[in-house]
């Protein structure tokens, strides 16, 4: 018998746990957003039942879930871009020139969780008049990409050769155009990278989005408690809002995962 045959199977299995472990709950949402309320109740038709597409028509149709869709792709992107504009030349300047104290600060940033800003920034944003505008929600959807992308990037920056910067700079160029048209596109997949979590951090947020948006600028995340009332909960309509949220993330994971990975571990081997 081979002695490596023992540890495949318990990998196998091991394997096989995980994933059905994850992919168990999104199967299950999934099927349920095709059932009614009382299909989802009765347990003899966790399996076998007829399909319906009218919890997709009230989240569509009779939610305003396009408004809220909208919302959550205006904000996740103007975050996204808003970051990537502060946060890739600060990680450059951090990674070149060995401003650790900034990087401290930035690792600080990470973290410290959000909740703890709320209270202070719903205080200060209530007294300027800007709480349930865009602007509050991607700038407090900053604080979560900004510091990501910092640390991305850095990693990514880390991992990038100086000698054609320093080339660069003996052809009279100034480290901001070094930057600009050397290591700039070299850096792109890490860019990329950070601007693809960024959006998925961003489009997931809730907590920020539940204090300080208000009715006409409600995220995705948000909205799904419209279906969570005092006395019942839509179950359908539930499981539908949340597969309306999950699929699009999920299939730009899916697409971009190999970047994702080779982004998250740059800079991983330097040295």
């Known amino acids: 018998m081979n002695p490596s045959r023992p540890f495949k199977v318990f990998k196998a299995l091991a394997l096989a746990v995980v994933v059905l472990s994850l992919v168990a709950p999104l199967l299950w949402m999934i099927a349920a957003s095709l059932k009614t309320n009382v299909d989802i109740y009765d347990t003899e038709k966790a399996f076998a039942f007829s399909p319906t597409l009218d919890n997709y028509h009230n989240v569509l149709q009779q939610a305003n879930y396009v408004q809220f869709i ?66 509050v929600l991607i700038l407090s959807h900053m604080f979560v990409s900004l510091p990501l992308i910092v640390y991305i990037m850095m990693g990514f920056f880390d991992s990038l050769p100086e000698d054609l910067e320093e080339a660069a700079l003996v052809d009279g160029l100034t480290h901001i155009g070094a930057f600009r048209r050397i290591t700039l596109p070299l850096s792109v997949p890490g860019v990329a990278t950070a601007g693809i979590l960024s959006f998925i951090f961003s489009w997931n947020n809730f907590m920020f989005a539940l204090v300080l948006s208000g009715a006409d600028t409600k995220t995705l995340p948000v909205a799904i408690f419209d279906f969570v009332g005092y006395a019942s909960i839509d179950w359908g309509g ?14 730009i994971a899916l697409f971009v995962q190999k970047y994702i990975v080779s982004g998250l571990t740059a800079g991983a081997t330097k040295g």
């Open 70 to 135: 909208g919302n959550s792709l205006w904000v996740a992107f103007a975050a996204t871009v808003l970051s990537l504009l502060l946060g890739v030349p600060a990680a450059y300047s951090m990674s070149r020139f060995n401003m650790k104290k900034s990087a401290l600060v930035v690792l600080m940033a990470r973290v410290i969780p959000g909740v703890s800003l709320l209270v202070p920034w719903y205080y200060v944003f209530s007294n300027l008049h800007m709480v349930g505008g865009f602007t």
């Open 238 to 251: 539930l499981m539908a809002a949340a597969t309306v949220v999950t699929l699009p993330i999920m299939v």
